[in-house]
C-alpha cells in the first residue's frame, strides 16, 4: 500500500480530474466517488489533499463515514501534514460555539416528541384511557415548541458550518423546517380547540393531522442525516 508524504497528498486535491484523497489518522483515502467531495471540496470548507484528522474532531458525524470509500495508501508524517484552519470571515465566538454542537442536542427533541405523539393518540383510541390522550397533546405542544429553537441552531450551523450551502437538499431542509413547525403548532391548536377528545367514535380528523407528524419529521430527519452522513 502506497505511503504518502504530506506533499503527494496534496497534488490529489479533485482539482482538473484528479483524484480526491484526504487522510485521517494516519490513513488515505480515496473520496472521489463521494457526492460530499464533489471537486475536492467538502461543505465548502474542507479540502481534499490534506489531513483532516483534527478536523474530525469538530465534525457532527464520526470517521466511521470513512468506512464508506477506499483506503488508497497511509500517510507518512501526519503531524506535519496541512490543516483545515476555520474560514476566516467565522467569528470566534461562532466557532466556540459550533464546538458545543447545539444543533445536534436540540433536534432530536422535537423529532422524538412530535413522533410519538401519533402514537399515544392510536393508544388512546385503542384503549380508551385519557391519560393517552393528555400525553398525546402535551407531545404535540412541547414538540411544536422545541421546533424553533432546533430550527434556529440548525441555521446558525447552516451560516457558520456549512458557509450557506446553496444546495437542494439544504433548501428542503429548511423549508421543511418551517413546515414541521407550522404544522405541529397547527395539530396542538387543534386538539386544544377541541378539548378533551371522546375514545369514541374516532376523531378521523384529529387523527389524520397527528399522523401526517410521523412522515414530516422524517423528511426533515433525513434532509439532515443527507447533510452529515451524505448519500450511500
Known amino acids: 500500500m502506497k505511503e504518502f508524504t504530506p506533499e503527494e497528498l496534496a497534488e490529489f486535491n479533485g482539482q482538473d480530474g ?6 485521517y489518522g494516519g490513513k488515505v483515502y480515496d473520496v472521489s466517488q463521494s457526492r460530499m467531495w464533489r471537486n475536492g471540496q467538502h461543505m465548502k470548507r ?12 469538530q465534525a457532527p458525524h464520526g470517521p466511521e463515514v470513512l468506512e464508506r470509500v477506499t483506503q488508497a495508501g497511509t500517510l507518512k508524517a501526519p503531524a506535519a501534514a496541512k490543516r483545515q ?26 423529532q422524538a416528541f412530535l413522533s410519538f405523539a401519533p ?3 392510536i393508544l388512546f383510541y385503542a384503549t380508551g384511557n ?7 397533546f402535551h407531545l404535540a405542544v412541547a414538540g411544536a415548541l422545541l421546533a424553533v429553537p432546533a430550527a434556529l441552531t440548525g441555521a446558525f450551523h447552516w451560516a457558520f458550518k456549512y458557509a450557506r450551502a ?5 433548501k428542503f431542509k429548511i423549508a421543511m423546517s418551517a413546515v414541521v413547525i407550522v ?4 395539530t396542538a391548536a387543534a386538539h386544544y380547540s377541541k378539548g378533551a377528545l371522546a375514545p369514541a367514535p374516532v376523531d378521523a380528523a384529529m387523527l389524520a393531522m397527528y399522523l401526517i407528524l410521523a412522515p414530516l419529521v422524517a423528511a426533515l430527519g433525513h434532509a439532515g442525516g ?6 450511500k
Do not use: C, N, Q
Open 226 to 231: 443527507i447533510i452529515v452522513f451524505g448519500k
Open 46 to 57: 474542507h479540502d481534499a489533499g490534506a489531513d483532516h484528522t483534527e478536523v474530525f474532531a
Open 183 to 186: 404544522y405541529s403548532a397547527a
Open 119 to 121: 402514537v399515544f393518540l
Open 85 to 110: 484552519p476555520a474560514p476566516p470571515d467565522t467569528p470566534a465566538w461562532a466557532d466556540r460555539l459550533l464546538g458545543l454542537h447545539p444543533h445536534p442536542i436540540m433536534v432530536h427533541f422535537p
Open 18 to 23: 484528479k483524484p480526491a484523497l484526504v487522510a
Open 130 to 136: 385519557a391519560a393517552f390522550e393528555r400525553t398525546a
Open 166 to 170: 446553496a444546495g437542494g437538499v439544504y
